[in-house]
């Protein structure tokens, strides 16, 4: 009985880590699965499972709050002049943004292997 007791609250432990590894917000996740669709070709379900599966893989690889930082850091870097000097020379950007490209990479290569595949093939009966 004793071992049941303690049993109990290590299961629940051990099984809240998965959502820990998880925590980005819907609203984050969607937008990036909308980007990453329109990045490559639009909104078919064959990019909506690839993409949705690159954002799982990043997110179990980078916590939000590093994504969310790093993400900063590339979308205002484009910023023209001394405004975007600021997301250009910053040290924490050569710090994180790193990390996420390694995690947006892994991503890629983990998610959209057979969608390649099966667009080169298609590439291939359209010639």
């Known amino acids: 009985m004793k071992f049941i007791r303690?049993?109990?609250p290590a299961t629940?432990?051990?099984a809240s880590f998965?959502?820990?590894a998880n925590?980005?917000?819907t609203l984050e996740r969607v937008d990036s699965v909308l980007t990453c669709m329109k990045k490559h070709g639009g909104q078919t379900v064959e990019n909506l499972y690839a993409c949705s599966?690159?954002?799982d893989v990043v997110a179990s690889k980078v916590p939000?709050?590093?994504?969310?930082?790093?993400r900063t850091y590339e979308i205002y870097k484009r910023m023209p002049g001394e405004k975007g000097g600021l997301f250009r020379d910053s040290k924490r950007a050569e710090e994180i943004v790193?990390?996420?490209q390694a995690a947006e990479k892994e991503g890629e290569k983990r998610c959209f292997f057979g969608a390649k595949n099966h667009k080169a093939k298609?590439?291939?009966?359209d010639k």
């Open 122 to 125: 298609q590439a291939k009966a």
């Open 6 to 8: 303690l049993l109990i």
């Open 12 to 14: 629940l432990v051990i």
């Open 18 to 20: 998965p959502v820990l």
């Open 98 to 100: 790193p990390i996420l």
């Open 23 to 25: 925590d980005y917000p």
């Open 64 to 70: 939000f709050d590093i994504w969310n930082e790093a």
């Open 53 to 55: 599966c690159k954002i």
